[in-house]
């Protein structure tokens, strides 16, 4: 955003210096000429600027001034920011996680109906179709059998979660039969508070959701911000006799390592170029039928709106994580340093014999741009296929589904 006059090296030059009186008696003597030079017609010369370089040297310091003036005014603010007094969290009851808000009748956009699920639960899920996150925490839905509803959600206007305080996706709404409503928020913790409510049956998940309690926080600039804390910690009332202390550490890790690591390739990837991001949106278009759900004009407002601005995130989000330049390298670095670590372990998944909550996470996140030109390149082009397809069909095949039983 973002004249130097040089004498040659060894040269010198002199000149003769020229008194006051000097010059009056050579005045005298050619007084025609001086007279000729400096008439009462003509005023002696002067530096006269252009008016061109002076509406340049204007328009400098104008800029300089609003830079200078917009620089200390945001350190101000920054420096305000971080003298602001931390933020005070009060302790939280069971009875905090209840829905406060009343959820309006909405058009459900798919249902998904298991006979053997025997949980009781209603369970509504606020999502983006092409939002990993989302994606990820369809898949333990499906993966455990779950029963749901699916609430498509315009990207760009929101409409359909104008009802919470909280706006961003996923969310879950989760109906007990006894008839207490929850508000699950924050795919981790969605994913954590569930998978601890199935493995666990003598907890309810009103229990097991106020193990997750929002806190709110001011980061090093001082801006305040949101967090679920445990979130990627399982809860057990007694400590878990099928599971070593080594297999939940090392699932905790890279559940972790999907929402710090590879999450971040994946946009600068799908929206790589323009016309990448418009195909991506239409396939997006396609697979959450937005033909049904939305007007035409929120339809086209979202693909071409929503194209061109994840084509300028893409490029930014390259920069802040520093992917390669060509950035299908970055990607499949990762899914190969995945697929390396699930063979290290000795089994089909990280999990061993059957997928666990990392597997989910991983397939999750990837499954978002599959029918996208760089899910195609990174089936290809790395060594991630195997388990890709393995964990898929576990998910389709609801594996997870024998925890339904006796809930």
Not at 49 to 70: M, T
Not at 259 to 281: G, I, M
Not at 296 to 319: C, H, N, P, Q
Request: glycine share 6%.
């Amino acid at each position: 955003m973002y004249v130097v006059s040089r004498l040659r090296q060894g040269a010198c030059i002199t000149r003769p210096i020229l008194h006051s009186h000097s010059f009056s008696r050579l005045a005298q003597q050619h007084k025609p000429f001086v007279s000729k030079l400096y008439s009462t017609n003509q005023s002696p010369p002067s530096a006269k600027v252009p008016p061109s370089s002076s509406k340049k040297s204007h328009l400098l310091k104008v800029v300089i001034g609003s830079v200078i003036v917009g620089t200390g005014y945001a350190l101000y603010e920054r420096s305000k920011a971080a003298k602001a007094p931390p933020i005070g969290n009060p302790q939280t009851s069971p009875e905090d996680f209840l829905l406060k808000e009343e959820v309006p009748e909405l058009k459900v956009a798919r249902r998904f109906v298991n006979p053997s699920d025997q949980t009781g639960l209603k369970l509504t899920l606020f999502q983006y179709q092409p939002c990993p996150f989302c994606c990820k925490t369809r898949a333990l839905l499906d993966y455990y059998g779950l029963s749901y509803d699916v609430i498509e959600v315009n990207s760009v206007t929101r409409t359909q979660v104008k009802w919470s305080d909280y706006k961003k996706v996923p969310i879950l709404v989760a109906e007990t039969p006894s008839g207490q409503k929850m508000k699950l928020t924050d795919s981790t913790m969605i994913i954590s508070a569930m998978a601890s409510f199935l493995t666990d049956k003598s907890q309810s998940l009103l229990e097991v959701v106020s193990c997750f309690p929002r806190i709110n926080y001011r980061d090093h600039d001082g801006k305040e911000k949101m967090d679920v804390m445990n979130k990627y910690f399982l809860m057990y009332k007694d400590a878990p006799t099928h599971r070593t202390k080594e297999d939940i550490v090392n699932e905790r890790k890279w559940r972790r390592w999907v929402d710090d690591e590879l999450v971040h390739k994946l946009s600068p990837n799908v929206y790589r170029t323009p016309s990448e991001a418009l195909q991506a949106f239409y396939w997006f278009e396609e697979m959450g039928d937005w033909k049904e759900h939305f007007a035409t004009w929120e339809r086209y407002l979202v693909i071409y709106f929503g194209a061109l601005v994840m084509w300028i995130i893409g490029k930014r989000l390259k920069s802040r994580h520093h992917l390669k330049d060509d950035v299908r390298t970055s990607l499949y670095d990762d899914c190969n340093h995945w697929a390396k670590q699930v063979k290290k372990r000795g089994g089909r998944f990280m999990g061993g014999d059957k997928p666990n909550l990392a597997d989910l996470g991983v397939y999750g996140v990837l499954s978002a741009i599959e029918g996208c030109d760089a899910f195609t390149d990174l089936m290809k082009y790395s060594d991630i296929r195997p388990w890709f397809e393995a964990t898929k069909e576990a998910i389709q095949s609801h594996e997870g589904q024998y925890l339904l039983q006796g809930r």
